[in-house]
T-cell receptor
Framework: EAGVTQFPSHSVIEKGQTVTLRCDPISGHDNLYWYRRVMGKEIKFLLHFVKESKQDESGMPNNRFLAERTGGTYSTLKVQPAELEDSGVYFC?????????????FGPGTRLLVL | QQQVKQSPQSLIVQKGGISIINCAYENTAFDYFPWYQQFPGKGPALLIAIRPDVSEKKEGRFTISFNKSAKQFSLHIMDSQPGDSATYFCAASIVGYSGGGADGLTFGKGTHLIIQP
């Protein structure tokens, strides 16, 4: 069984540009989460999808971030326009049973550097 | 405000020794405490987890000790091996609650563990 995959693995962009990150969860997992780790800080929760619906987006930093999960399969996280403080590692995780939050499986992350 | 405080930031242990990483939390509503292990270039992977109704959980060489009154929990790695060298994250969550950030895991800042051969 394939794990959670993320694309791209690395992205270097200039301030003001747009970047779109993609996450493919484990097949059959209805729950999809986005997290971010800024260097030296903890991994922070951004938002949670159940299928195509946003259940909790309280961790999204601001309106420059837009997450979508059309069709309830893969998800994208768009940053537009990117700022220097958006640099970090963006992780995606998925789980099958929402009631058992412990079963979150993480992808390898996308390392974003905004110059 | 950091809800889960993890220490130490880095740790060097000799092969065969015991590695101990500590975490403390603020929110008494947390009822699930997992530890994640992350190798370079990989995502965090669940290592072991505990609920507050038990004080200790052991899986192989890995043990979680939990102190509810002190709001602290720790990871012990017995007979530490070079292959255990990784970054370890403690986390906490509220199972069964939704919204307000509770859907996600609340992580500590991580401990970079090096096991010297």
């Amino acid at each position: 069984e394939a794990g959670v995959t993320q694309f791209p693995s690395h992205s270097v962009i200039e301030k003001g540009q747009t970047v779109t990150l993609r996450c493919d969860p484990i097949s059959g997992h209805d729950n999809l989460y986005w997290y971010r780790r800024v260097m030296g800080k903890e991994i922070k929760f951004l938002l949670h999808f159940v299928k195509e619906s946003k259940q909790d987006e309280s961790g999204m930093p601001n309106n420059r971030f837009l997450a979508e999960r059309t069709g309830g399969t893969y998800s994208t996280l768009k940053v537009q326009p990117a700022e220097l403080e958006d640099s970090g590692v963006y992780f995606c995780a998925s789980s099958q049973d929402r009631g058992r939050k412990e079963t979150q499986y993480f992808g390898p992350g996308t390392r974003l550097l905004v110059l | 405000q950091q809800q889960v405080k993890q220490s130490p930031q880095s740790l060097i242990v000799q092969k065969g020794g015991i590695s101990i990483i500590n975490c403390a939390y603020e929110n008494t509503a947390f009822d699930y405490f997992p530890w994640y292990q992350q190798f370079p270039g990989k995502g965090p992977a669940l290592l072991i987890a505990i609920r507050p109704d038990v004080s200790e959980k052991k899986e192989g060489r890995f043990t979680i000790s939990f102190n509810k009154s002190a709001k602290q929990f720790s990871l012990h790695i017995m007979d530490s091996q070079p292959g255990d060298s990784a970054t370890y994250f403690c986390a906490a969550s509220i199972v069964g609650y939704s919204g307000g950030g509770a859907d996600g895991l609340t992580f500590g800042k991580g401990t970079h563990l090096i096991i010297q051969p």
